[in-house]
């Protein structure tokens, strides 16, 4: 029996060692709670942020959407400007071109006369006239050739119909 109750002393913890190892056990209880705690919380930022990712992409959706009606309506008035502008500028064009032959002023002189900012725009400017009256004949160029014809002798026309100027300035026509 001697035996018997040594070996239960053994077993047996001293209150000492059994209240540090309930201590060592609360403090692992504490903090598992803690880390659980913390695990909740990542969980719960996790959650904030997708759902603030998702509120981003969709004012962005909303921004976008916004943007292209926007750009629609601006489309739309650029064309309405150019529908509006596109007659004055045929009417420019022409303007110039009737500067240009009926004048007898050189591109650089029109283009002085005009403002145009450069030669090369005028150039263009004439271009344009000349390519609408060789397309569709317009009214404003249909304008042009008769201000040449009544301004021109009847033997001064060219096959053309269009009188044209020497170097000196008198008309001369190309059908000589």
Partial sequence: MAENASAERKRRRSTKISERLEAARRRNL??????????????????????????????????????IGLQRKIDAVRENLRAATAASHDRQACAALRIHHVGGRTVEQVSELLET?????????????????????SA????LSVLEVSAAEPSELASTGEPTRSPTGTRESTAR
């Fill in 117 to 137: 900012g450069s030669v090369k725009e005028t150039r263009r400017i004439l271009a344009t006239a000349r390519s609408s009256r060789d397309d569709d004949g």
């Fill in 30 to 67: 504490d903090q598992l709670a803690e880390q659980r705690r913390r695990e909740e919380e990542v969980e719960d930022a996790l959650a904030d942020f997708v759902q603030a990712g998702e509120d981003i992409a969709t004012a962005g959706r909303i921004a976008e959407d916004k943007i």
């Fill in 140 to 143: 404003d160029m249909n304008t």
